[in-house]
Structure formats: structure tokens, C-alpha cells
């Protein structure tokens, strides 16, 4: 197991793909970078980041709001 995913810290790669990540969904979303809702989005991202969800449409598709809830 990645010793980072026991820690909860990230590589620099790992911040640089959340990051370009959270820069596309918020341009789509048209969210501004200090928002509520984007600090929610930055939220749940790491979270499911840290759950193992790894690929960025995975990420996309449980970020999702209009995604049917998942049981």
C-alpha cells in the first residue's frame, strides 16, 4: 500500500493532477476559486481521493450533482 494514502499526505503529482482536476470542474461549473462551493468540491475530492478513487473520470462521475445517489 502507498505509504501516503496511511499518512494522508500527497506527492507533488498526486496535488498537481487534484489540482488541474479542481481547476476543469470548477470552469465548468463556472465555481470562483474561493467559493463555498468550491472549498466543497476541494472537500469532497480529497475525500474520495483518499477512499481510492484514483481515476479522473471516476472522480468526475461522483462529483457529479446531477449523478443519480448512489446506494
Same mark, same amino acid.
Do not use: K, W
Given at each position: ?6 499518512? &494522508? ?9 487534484? #489540482?488541474?482536476?479542481? @481547476? ?6 463556472? %465555481? ?7 472549498? &466543497? ?9 483518499? #477512499?481510492?478513487?484514483? @481515476? ?6 461522483? %462529483? ?8
Amino acid at each position: 500500500m502507498n505509504a501516503a494514502i496511511l499518512t &494522508n499526505t500527497f506527492e507533488p503529482t498526486e496535488l498537481a493532477f487534484l #489540482q488541474r482536476l479542481f @481547476d476543469e470542474i470548477c470552469a465548468e461549473r463556472g %465555481l470562483a476559486g474561493g467559493s463555498l462551493a468550491a472549498n &466543497n468540491l476541494a472537500a469532497q475530492m480529497i475525500q474520495l481521493y483518499q #477512499q481510492g478513487v484514483r @481515476d479522473p473520470r471516476d472522480l468526475q462521475v461522483h %462529483l457529479d450533482p446531477d449523478a443519480p445517489l448512489r446506494t
